[in-house]
């Protein structure tokens, strides 16, 4: 985007804009990185945000303009323009997206740290609760199955975005499975996740907005490597 001299040294501003489905947790990620928050009722963003955070490379500041998507994800015409912003040719994309399709309510019903409980085959070696499990471990497995070929869809949907809006190959991406915290009741595999990444080239990192796993590292490495291709 731009570099810019004054008396401490040189500086760097980056525009990175964050993309994926609604509900992803991209807001999150963002107050996670830039203010340390986390919001499990968070509404859908309204108007364009962002948020500016600096770090230390080479003994210079690095400044990463962060852009969050206004909720209004589905619209491929609001994306573009939100794209625009970006002076210059040095924007770069962080790539937001999660096989994770959890519904809240879900969530808070597993509840955390909690899995599919097996039925205990001990004391009550109960027939119904046995075709019960088995049903719901089919039910489970048909799940996994949807979910990969519907990630895999998304995935290939918001690279196309990428590619119609940047061609330019410089451009650092990386693909970010959220919710890790909800590792248990997953339904897209670690592998399929850096497979999806490798096939386009992008960095891969897993996080969690709510416990804060990998947020720093993902912006981070992103910012590292955009500054990699300038300087
Ligand atoms: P966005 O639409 O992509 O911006 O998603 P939000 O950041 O608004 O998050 C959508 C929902 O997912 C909210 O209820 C968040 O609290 C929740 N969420 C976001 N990140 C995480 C995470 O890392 N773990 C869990 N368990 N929930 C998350
Ligand atoms: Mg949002």
New binding site residues.
């Given amino acids: 985007m731009s570099s810019s001299e004054d008396e401490s040294g040189e500086e760097y501003l980056f525009k990175i804009v964050i993309i994926?489905d609604?509900?992803?947790?991209?807001?999150?990620?963002l107050s996670r990185y830039a203010r340390n928050e986390?919001?499990?009722?968070?509404k859908?963003?309204i108007g364009v945000e962002f948020q500016t955070q600096s770090m230390e490379i080479d003994g210079k500041e690095v400044k990463a303009q962060i852009w969050?998507t206004a909720?209004q994800e589905r619209f491929r015409a609001v994306t573009s323009a939100y794209y625009r912003g970006a002076v210059g040719a040095l924007v770069r994309e962080l790539v937001v997206q999660i096989g994770e399709s959890i519904a809240?309510e879900d969530?808070e019903e597993f509840g955390r740290g909690k899995s599919w409980v097996k039925p205990s085959m001990g004391d009550s070696m109960e027939f119904r609760s046995s075709w019960f499990w088995f049903l719901s471990s089919c039910l489970h497995i048909v799940t996994i199955w949807v979910m990969s070929i519907y990630t895999k869809l998304r995935f290939d949907a918001w690279c196309e975005v990428l590619r119609s809006t940047h061609s330019d190959t410089t451009v650092a991406r990386m693909l970010v499975g959220?919710?890790?915290?909800?590792e248990n009741i997953r339904d897209v595999s670690v592998e399929e996740g850096k497979t999806l990444a490798e096939s386009e080239g992008l960095f891969f990192m897993e996080?969690?907005?709510?416990d804060s796993t990998n947020v720093k590292k993902a912006f981070e490495i992103v910012i590292r490597e955009i500054y990699n291709n300038v300087s």
């Fill in positions: 994926g609604s509900a992803v947790g991209k807001s999150n990620l986390f919001n499990l009722h968070s859908a963003t969050d909720g809240k969530y959220n919710k890790f915290d909800l996080t969690s907005a709510l």
